[in-house]
C-alpha cells in the first residue's frame, strides 16, 4: 500500500520547515511525503531523505512485481525498491537532477515557472502558475536546499556558475520532453466508444477552454475526442443549475449540430440520439439565452 497527499495546501497553511503551497515551485508546492506499507519486505522503522519523484514510481512497482522493463522503454525514472527493502543505504544512491514546471496554457514556455533540484541545489524561476507566459527576462533564484529548507537566502549571485549548470541542465531536460512525439504537445483526444469503455462521461475538467472564468457556471469550452468507428450514441446533457425557464440546446459535432429541448427546472433528463463518426471529433454544446447556467457534463453511451 502506498500513501501519497497532494503537491501543497490550496492556501496558506502549514507546510512543515518549507516554502510555499499548491501551485508553487518552492518545496512547500511540489513536495509530498511517501508511506510504503509491506509488511514482508519493508522495515515500518525506515526512513529516507533521498529525492525521489513521481516518474520514480512505476519503475520501483515494476521493480516489486518482478516485471523488466525493456530497454526500449527508455522511462525517466529509477526505481527505489532497494532503498526500501534496506539493499541500498541513502549514501549509495546516485544524486541525479529533477526537473519540475507548472502553469496554465497548452504550450510551456522555456524557463516559465519551474525548478530544477540538484541536491544539494535548488534553481528557480517562479513566475506564476495562473499565467501562460511571462514578460521579460527569467529572474532566477537559488537556494541551498540543505541548510536553507526555507528558501530564505538566495545565492544566485554568489554562485553563478552554479546557476549557469542547473540552468544548462534545465535546458537539456526541457527540449528533452519537448520532442518525444509528432506534434508534442497537441492536447490528448479523450478515446470514446470503444468496447472497454462504452460509455464516457465529459467534464469541464476535460474541455478546453473557450470563454468565461474557467469551470464557473457561465463558463464555455469544447472537447477534443477520437472515436474509433462510427457508432450510434445516446447524449445526455446535464446542466450546472436546475433553476432555469428551459429552451433549447444545441450540440455541434464538427460540422453537424443536432438540437435538444431542455425542460425547464431540471438539471438532468436532457437526451438525445446521434451518430458520431469514425475520427477526430471536436463536441460543444451552445445553450439557449433562458438557460441561465453551462452545460455540467456530457454523458455518451453507445447504442450499437
Request: proline share 7%; with cysteine.
Amino acid at each position: 500500500m502506498l500513501y501519497l497527499n497532494d503537491n501543497g495546501p490550496n492556501s496558506q497553511r502549514y507546510v512543515g520547515n518549507m516554502r510555499g503551497n499548491k501551485t508553487q515551485v518552492d518545496d512547500g508546492g511540489i513536495r509530498s511525503p511517501l508511506l510504503f506499507h509491506w509488511p514482508a519486505k519493508v522495515d515500518a522503522s525506515d526512513t529516507t531523505d533521498v529525492m525521489l519523484a513521481h516518474i520514480d514510481l512505476m519503475p520501483t512497482l515494476l521493480d516489486a512485481c518482478g516485471v523488466a522493463v525493456p530497454e526500449s522503454a527508455a522511462l525517466d525514472g529509477k526505481s527505489f525498491l532497494p532503498l526500501l527493502t534496506g539493499e541500498m543505504d541513502d549514501s549509495q544512491w546516485e544524486t541525479r537532477s529533477i526537473a519540475f514546471q507548472t502553469h496554465r496554457g497548452n504550450v510551456p514556455q522555456k524557463f516559465h515557472h519551474f525548478a530544477m533540484h540538484e541536491h544539494p541545489w535548488k534553481l528557480v524561476h517562479p513566475s506564476g502558475f495562473g499565467k501562460e507566459r511571462f514578460e521579460g527576462e527569467p529572474k532566477f533564484e537559488l537556494y541551498n536546499l540543505e541548510n536553507d529548507p526555507k528558501q530564505q537566502n538566495d545565492l544566485a549571485d554568489k554562485h553563478p556558475e552554479i546557476v549557469q549548470r542547473l540552468k544548462q541542465t534545465y535546458s537539456k531536460w526541457f527540449d528533452d520532453v519537448s520532442s518525444t512525439r509528432p506534434d508534442n504537445y497537441a492536447p490528448p483526444r479523450i478515446v470514446i466508444g470503444t468496447e472497454h469503455e462504452p460509455q464516457t462521461v465529459l467534464t469541464r475538467q476535460d474541455w478546453r477552454h473557450s470563454s468565461g472564468r474557467p469551470w464557473a457556471k457561465n463558463s464555455t469550452g469544447f472537447w477534443l475526442l477520437d472515436a474509433p468507428e462510427e457508432k450510434r450514441y445516446e447524449i445526455e446533457l446535464i446542466l450546472t443549475d436546475k433553476d432555469h425557464r428551459g429552451g433549447t440546446a444545441t450540440l455541434h459535432l464538427n460540422d453537424e449540430t443536432h438540437t435538444f429541448e431542455v425542460a425547464p427546472g431540471e438539471r438532468r433528463g436532457h437526451f438525445l440520439e446521434a451518430t458520431i463518426p469514425a475520427g477526430p471529433q471536436t463536441l460543444s454544446v451552445t445553450l439557449a439565452d433562458s438557460i441561465n447556467a453551462g452545460v455540467h457534463q456530457v454523458f455518451l453511451a453507445t447504442q450499437d
